[in-house]
């Protein structure tokens, strides 16, 4: 595969940095460090999944004549997102004895990035990282906007950084030997930049997504381009999520709540999560009147067909938990305020707002439908779990 490499810029002044885009990048990563190997030190972050890349990123570092190119490997995962983790890589960064002048190099997806990024603030107060994104999901969202953090308890994220990285490299190569049902969670966060900002890009989704996700790298390129310049111009607006960047968020209440009830457990993936969590927004909205049945008919329809989970009972093994149980893990998401949820809530297609005070009788309702027969006297039919968790 051979494309032409796409240089996007976060445009944040004196933080500001490059995203490339493009195949074969892994291989010549050094050209688009914005300072020379040679002389520096570099400390790699990766898992067991992503190890033969890092290794690649580590020879080619120790070839340029960087003074060191060490490499520390996490297990992969959610959990990894962690305290534990965390003092681990920080301890063995002080053995290393990183330097204020070092460089840590992310080699992953998103769990690597977060977690790495975080150390990265923290360490000697703060030192330089690049992003090496390795799926789909990190390339199109965790590895742009310096947002880093780490899981506490029932909160995703709850703890954590705003640092951005000085580069994010993303290879396109490192796509084509990921599972389906990685990409599909990846593809999860494309269709939520659509959905929240850019109804022409939904409806260039509908008739290009098949062929995307079947290995059509032009398109592929064209749709990481597309999402990453939209959340570009997000963050450039709003680095600290005072205001717009929230919209992000569309879905991500209903999803972290899910994620925690599995207990990161590996049966939901983060975009699987969001993608049911977009249906539920779209749900709630129609009750509330905010859009209409048609805009909600279209996105699950749309999600349904790629592959994605659209209900809560597609989960499998299915979650043994209640409406009421679920929204007391969602009043635990970091984007409570004074006691009260903040959701974000799609008022036409390509059109979110945030919203306060939402009746929670009617979140109550529309979780119950998503549950199935259990909660809502409604049998949904699963055909979902076994086609695509089996891969």
């Keep these: 595969m051979s ?29 688009f460090l914005p300072f020379e190997s040679e002389g520096n030190s570099f400390f790699i972050v990766c898992d067991d999944n992503t190890r033969a890349y890092a290794e690649i990123v580590r020879n080619t ?66 030192i330089a990282y690049v992003q090496i994104p390795t799926t789909l999901l990190a390339q199109v969202d965790s590895s742009v906007g310096g947002k880093t953090g780490l899981n506490m308890g029932q ?29 599909l969670a990846g593809y999860a966060e494309i269709v939520k930049i659509a959905l929240l900002g850019d109804a022409p890009f939904f409806r260039w989704l509908e008739t290009h997504a098949s062929a995307m996700l079947e290995g059509d790298w032009v398109a592929m390129a064209q749709a990481i381009e597309t999402a990453v310049r939209a959340k570009a111009r997000i963050v450039e607006a709003d680095e600290r999520e005072q205001g717009g960047r929230a919209l992000l968020n569309l879905g991500h209440t209903f999803a972290h709540a899910l994620e925690t009830a599995t ?44 592959g994605l989970p659209i209900r809560i009972a597609m989960i499998d093994p299915p979650l043994k938990i209640s409406p009421q149980e679920i929204l007391a893990l969602m009043r635990h998401d970091k984007k409570v305020e004074n006691g009260s949820l903040r959701l974000i809530l799609p008022s036409a297609m390509g059109v979110a707002h945030v919203a306060d005070d939402v009746d929670e009788a009617q979140i109550i309702n529309v979780l119950k439908d998503s549950l199935g027969s259990e909660y809502s006297g409604k049998d949904i039919k699963n055909q979902w779990k076994s086609v695509f968790f089996s891969r």
């Design 263 to 306: 207990g990161f457990d590996g049966r939901l993936l983060h975009g699987e999560a969001v993608a049911i969590g977009m249906v539920l927004a779209f749900d709630l909205s129609v009750r509330l009147g905010l859009c209409t049945a048609e805009d909600q008919h279209r996105v699950e329809e749309h999600l349904s067909a790629m």
């Design 155 to 183: 909160t995703k994220n709850m703890v954590g950084a705003f640092h951005q990285p000085v580069a994010v490299i993303a290879d396109l190569d490192a796509l084509k030997n990921l599972p389906r049902r990685q990409l």
């Design 3 to 31: 494309l032409d490499t796409k240089i996007l810029t976060i445009d944040l002044g004196t933080r500001a940095y490059d995203v490339y885009i493009g195949s074969g990048l892994i291989y010549r990563f050094a050209d």
């Design 61 to 126: 570092l120790r070839a340029d004549g960087a003074s060191k190119a060490e490499m520390i490997t996490l297990t992969p995962g959610e959990a990894s997102k962690s305290w534990e983790s965390a003092q681990r890589l920080l301890e063995w960064l002080v053995q290393q004895k990183v330097e204020r002048s070092s460089c840590i190099i992310a080699v992953g997806g998103g769990v690597i990035g977060d977690i790495s990024g975080f150390c990265a603030a923290v360490i000697l107060r703060g």
